[in-house]
């Protein structure tokens, strides 16, 4: 195609865009990209499996990216900015080092502005690519509302003070999640996340060294291959069990006392009220699944750009 001709149909779809906002004021809805970018939906999830099936573990990657992201000042893809001289990345913040999934985001990426140019969102984009992770790996579905605008900046200094470490105890994990609108229950739920990928070693050495609230044959295990000093990066499997299926399997690990981070065995340490939704939850997949998707859907929510609010990079790693 002629750039001339190229240059008029972005013109056109991001028109289009900006008309669509209008009319729907600005808020969310799953059928926001129906006209301006139809293909959308499948092109993302096509991206993900594609991604997934090259490396299982990145389904997990790419749901952490969406969690990382929505609790840094909300939904708005400011942690896939790299460093300029203007913007300080949230990449490099210590609870982001470990982050993956930067990669899948922007091939998806160049894939829709190859069908769309301008029109759809990376905030839309890291919505999208959580729910069809936790979907391929055997998760529950939902819809996604969409129309999510991207930042023009990064929060850097808000990382530290909003992303919750491994070592925090139940009160404060659920202070953490409350400053984001989201419940106790919610809380709960989300943790079941954990129910595929993996975490370093610097992440669960504590606990398997320093904690009782652990299964004694589950620690020394886990000892083996995480020494109290050195080996950082070495992996393990935050769901013994089935570690790349997304099912209940986190929540009978609990009871197991085998929740392998600190804050993850906080939600099964004698709080009446976590207990009982922990034994809801395997007891019961079912509600778990639901439970999971309310918590999705709020956290997708978290203090959104929408209209003409920021805008819609057309690289994710940089604004307009």
Known sequence: MAPNKILCLSLLLAAAAATLAAATGGKLSPAYYSTTCPKALAIVQAGVVAAIQKETRIGASLLRLHFHDCFVNG???????????????????????????????DNIKAELEEACPGVVSCADILTLAARDSVVYLGGPSW???????????????????????PTFNLTALAASFSAQGLSFRDLISLSGGHTIGVARCVSFRGHIYNDSDIDPSFAESLQQICPRSGSDGVLAPLDLKTP????????????????????????FSGNSEADSIV????NQPSVFFKDFVQGM???????LLTGSQGEVRTDCRKVN
Do not use: W
């Open 244 to 267: 790349t299926h997304f099912d209940n399997c986190y929540y009978r690990n609990l009871l197991r006392k085998q929740g392998l981070l600190h804050s993850d065995q906080e939600l």
């Open 279 to 282: 034994r809801t939850y395997v």
């Open 75 to 105: 939904c708005e893809a400011s942690i896939l900015l790299d460093e300029t001289a203007s913007i300080a990345t949230e990449k490099t913040a210590v609870p982001n080092q470990s982050v993956r999934g930067y990669d899948v985001i």
């Open 297 to 303: 859907i709020k956290m997708g929510n978290i203090k």
């Open 143 to 165: 819809e996604v509302d969409l129309g999510r605008k991207d930042s023009l900046t990064a929060g850097r200094a808000a990382v530290n003070t909003s992303i919750p470490p």
